[in-house]
């Protein structure tokens, strides 16, 4: 009989590294979001340049190689990284490219005619997307926001390939040590489901909160 | 008599091979009470529109308060507006929209207060009294702490107007501003303006449908036909003794369609 108890203690370290990874992934990718986003929409030429090269080169190139580049290709450079700083940069900076597209999309589906009470009342650019326009499209970006957090809670195992002692590498160190697949992998399975549970739970409640007087119901 | 508030020059503008203004000029003098009529796509929302700089123009100039709206003046040469000469302008303009556009996350008070607070830096205490005073006026203090999803076309529009009144500007313009609205709605939304109209020296410039409202409330009328005023006057004269066979034309159509002049 296999001492599962100490083994179960390795697991849950390693959902600790994956919660922080997601968490801080999360962080980063929302910032990059937020400023490629609002860069594909501004009037000045090189901003939308940079956001785009940005967004296309993260969104076209696999979080895999992305990782390694960090991790192994940077130091070469001078840049030393910790498996969990290259493992955050990489996460925020491929899921940012693709929530950047999301940002960008609820801005521009935000209706023309609140875009010209902004003119008509004589609200500066800036003032009217971040008094009007904003707060209406986060609306809109967060169903969205939530699968990308999933996305990005999923894409954390990778970083066990640079042999950060998340989830889904301490599972291999359990099969490993003990030669059983079953339990490590169907524990990290149950692991990995809680938590998008509780990323989609915790997003649509937050919904619901922002939505709140928008359709006339609030008290 | 004084010098115009008012002053378009010439103005073209087209929508791709569209022509919608085919050099139109006019005046309006301070305290005016205007009504633009005319069949739709005859360019009367647009010329509101180009004042309140949400079109540009393509051709002529506009003379806001003495003060080129579309250049400015610099060492003798007029420059296409920047955006700090157009924020400037805009301060002595307001518009109503016929669909309200008010600001669906922001509470009837909120979006009576937000431009004063941004744009004039009035402290919120401040705004929030003139708010509620012109809430008053247009009869929705009551509602003050609702969201715009909670009232009706005819409250919503009420609500605009105090919005847009609450930056005190020289000239107010209402495009369509009754359109939109379930006939019974109508009158509570036109009495504000008669109110407005009566208590205010503010120069209003009208775009309507509403012939009956037009008459009463307009100091003069302008009647709208491809891009040009074809003809203009005193209210009794155009809805009475049109002279112009196209206006003749376009009031029967109303009439017949159940307007009341």
């Known amino acids: ?219 | 008599m004084s010098t115009p508030i008012i002053k378009v020059d010439a103005i073209s503008k087209s929508f791709g091979s569209f022509k919608v203004l085919d050099g139109l000029s006019m005046q309006v003098m301070p305290g005016e009470k205007l009504a633009l009529i005319g069949p739709s796509g005859s360019g009367k929302t647009t010329i509101l529109r180009i004042l309140m700089t949400l079109e540009k123009i393509d051709g002529g100039h506009i003379q806001i308060d003495g003060e080129q709206l579309y250049h400015m003046e610099r060492n003798g040469q007029l420059l296409p507006a920047d955006e700090r000469h157009l924020t400037k302008m805009r301060q002595k303009i307001g518009m109503v929209f016929q669909l309200f556009n008010l600001f669906p996350h922001k509470c009837v008070m909120d979006n009576v207060t937000l431009a004063p607070m941004l744009t004039k830096g009035t402290p919120r205490a401040a705004a929030e009294k003139r708010a509620m005073e012109l809430l008053d006026m247009v009869g929705m203090a009551d509602k003050a702490k609702s969201m715009p999803a909670q009232l009706s076309g005819g409250q919503k529009q009420r609500v605009a107007i105090a919005r847009a009144l609450a930056l005190s500007p020289k000239i107010m313009l209402f495009d369509e501003v009754t359109s939109a609205l379930d006939p019974e709605l109508v009158e509570e939304v036109l009495n504000v303006m008669r109110k407005l109209a009566a208590e205010t020296d503010m120069t209003m410039l009208l775009v309507t449908h509403e012939m009956g409202f037009a008459h009463d409330f307009a100091d003069r009328v302008l009647f709208f036909d491809r891009g040009r005023i074809v003809e203009e006057g005193k209210p009794d004269e155009i809805f009475r003794h049109p002279k112009q066979e196209r206006t003749q034309g376009f009031l029967k159509k109303i009439i017949a369609a159940g307007h009341r002049v």
């Not at chain 1, 498996?83 to 940069?89: E, K, R």
């Not at chain 1, 693709?98 to 609820?106: P, Q, T």
């Not at chain 1, 042999?163 to 160190?173: E, K, P, W």
Request: proline fraction near 2%; charged fraction near 10%.
């Open chain 1, 1 to 219: 009989m296999t001492q599962w108890s100490g083994y179960l203690g390795l697991i849950l370290q390693g959902a600790l590294v994956t919660i922080e990874l997601t968490l801080m992934g999360s962080v980063l990718a929302l910032i990059m979001a937020f400023l490629a986003g609002m860069g594909r929409v501004s009037r000045f030429f090189a901003l939308r340049w940079l956001a785009t090269v940005y967004i296309e080169f993260f969104r076209g190139t696999s979080i895999f190689v992305q990782l390694f580049f960090a991790y192994f290709v940077l130091p070469l450079i001078g840049l030393e990284l910790t498996p969990l700083q290259a493992g955050v940069l990489a996460l925020g900076l491929n899921v940012g490219a693709y929530a950047a597209e999301v940002v960008r999309g609820a801005i521009q589906s935000v209706g023309r005619e609140q875009y010209e009470a902004c003119i008509a009342l004589n609200l500066g650019r800036w003032q009217g997307m971040r008094h009007v326009i904003l707060p209406q499209a986060l609306l809109i970006m967060l169903p969205t926001f939530g699968n990308n957090a999933i996305e990005l809670l999923k894409a954390t195992s990778v970083v066990s390939l640079i042999s950060l002692a998340d989830l889904t590498f301490q599972a291999q160190v359990v099969r490993s040590q003990t030669g059983n697949t079953l339990v490590p992998f169907t524990t990290i399975l149950i692991i990995y489901f809680a938590l998008a549970l509780i990323i989609s739970w915790g997003v649509r409640s937050l919904e619901r909160r922002m939505a709140r007087g928008l359709d006339g119901v609030r008290v």
